[in-house]
């Protein structure tokens, strides 16, 4: 009959893992909160320009027909939406500073190149902060 081996995990194997498991979180958190706060193409809205159309929505409503009423609506809801987005910019400072005290080793183990940093939308002057430079 053959005996079963059970396998060990060293403490060093522990802590790499663990290690990895950190980078890959804060990478994650990073390259998320990027994502959120991309610019939209187009042409770049401010909260005066928005209040300004709601203000407008709300006059063109007492003449409006239904289906343009349910149109106007339905901006004044987006608009809304995107007031609050613009009023309430995310700070992303704390997760770019976690991301760029892991970013090279993590860059390092899984073979990430500059290329593909700054294609994902990483800057470069992060990426310069990181210790990752365009021969990494």
């Known amino acids: 009959m053959a005996t079963k081996k059970t396998r060990t995990i060293t403490s060093e194997h522990k802590a790499a893992i663990a290690a990895g498991r950190t980078e890959g979180r804060a ?11 991309r610019p939209k193409r187009g042409r770049k809205r401010t909260p005066e320009s928005v209040n300004k159309r709601l203000t407008a929505i709300d006059t063109q409503l007492t003449d ?3 289906v343009t009423r349910l149109n106007l609506i339905q901006e004044r809801l987006d608009l809304l939406a995107e007031l609050e987005r613009l009023e309430s910019q995310e700070d992303i400072s704390a997760a770019e500073a976690e991301f760029v005290q892991v ?10 190149s500059y290329g593909a ?3 994902v939308g990483v800057p470069a002057a992060v ?10």
């Not at 970013?103 to 990430?112: F, T």
Request: glycine residues 8%; charged residues 30%; without cysteine.
């Open 27 to 37: 990478v994650k958190h990073y390259l998320e909160a990027l994502e959120r706060n």
């Open 64 to 66: 409006a027909d239904v």
């Open 103 to 112: 970013a090279a080793a993590y860059s390092s183990r899984k073979g990430i």
């Open 117 to 119: 940093w700054r294609e």
């Open 127 to 136: 990426l310069k902060a990181a210790g990752i430079s365009r021969g990494s």
